[in-house]
T-cell receptor, first 113, second 116 residues
Framework: GNSVTQMEGPVTLSEEAFLTINCTYT??????LFWYVQYPGEGLQLLLK?????DKGSNKGFEATYRKETTSFHLEKGSVQVSDSAVYFC????????????FGKGTRLHILP | DTGVSQDPRHKITKRGQNVTFRCDPI?????LYWYRQTLGQGPEFLTY????????KSRLLSDRFSAERPKGSFSTLEIQRTEQGDSAMYLC??????????????FGSGTQLSVL
């Protein structure tokens, strides 16, 4: 079936460090890919997305590139801030099939000042 | 626009009792989703409405669970004869169009259910 696998957390980094959170997917076809973020005490919100191979999604200094050949959508940020501390979820969805989004288990990120 | 709101924020109940949660989506959104999230896991899809029609239900949704969206606006999720395994955060989300295109999925803050 369709699924998303992301690196286990927690990930702890110092402020201004480089961030990578790995995400790979298994899917029959070519889904749209997403990163959602859940800040403490808040609901999930879309961080960025990519709808086809080689697309790069970006927002708030975060980037992820849709890599069909490696079925990956790794999240990166060049210099993290304390305010980036949150849980990050990789997810996929198919435009012309069912309407649900399938989420990974989430990766908790702690940024130390 | 106040976003997606869910009520109550927290619910503690005894095993065997019935509970009902409410979700008010963003007003112009015709799609409404229910997800369940347990500690350390990502949200798991439960069911989905387009307007008042319930178009898909997950196998996770046993016959003790029922969801409605009677007028295509707010939705309710009822769990009958609750079990301890039902303890989880129940999330509601809405979108104006298909989430795989350019339509964002907006989530509420969830209802945390604890079954004692």
């Amino acid at each position: 079936g369709n699924s998303v696998t992301q690196m286990e957390g927690p990930v702890t980094l110092s402020e201004e460090a480089f961030l990578t959170i790995n995400c790979t997917y298994t899917a029959t076809g070519y889904p749209s890919l997403f990163w959602y973020v859940q800040y403490p005490g808040e609901g999930l919100q879309l961080l960025l997305k990519a709808t086809k191979a080689d697309d790069k999604g970006s927002n708030k200094g975060f980037e992820a590139t849709y890599r069909k050949e490696t079925t990956s959508f790794h999240l990166e940020k060049g210099s993290v801030q304390v305010s980036d501390s949150a849980v990050y979820f990789c997810a996929l969805s198919f435009m012309n099939r069912d309407d649900k989004i399938i989420f990974g288990k989430g990766t908790r990120l702690h940024i130390l000042p | 626009d106040t976003g997606v709101s869910q009520d109550p924020r927290h619910k503690i109940t005894k095993r065997g009792q019935n509970v009902t949660f409410r979700c008010d989506p963003i007003s112009e959104h015709n799609r409404l989703y229910w997800y369940r999230q347990t500690l350390g896991q990502g949200p798991e899809f439960l069911t989905y409405f387009q307007n008042e029609a319930q178009l898909e239900k997950s196998r996770l949704l046993s016959d003790r669970f029922s969801a409605e969206r009677p007028k295509g606006s707010f939705s309710t999720l009822e769990i009958q004869r609750t079990e301890q395994g039902d303890s989880a955060m129940y999330l509601c989300a809405s979108s104006e169009g298909h989430p795989a295109t350019n339509e964002k999925l907006f989530f509420g803050s969830g209802t945390q259910l604890s079954v004692l």
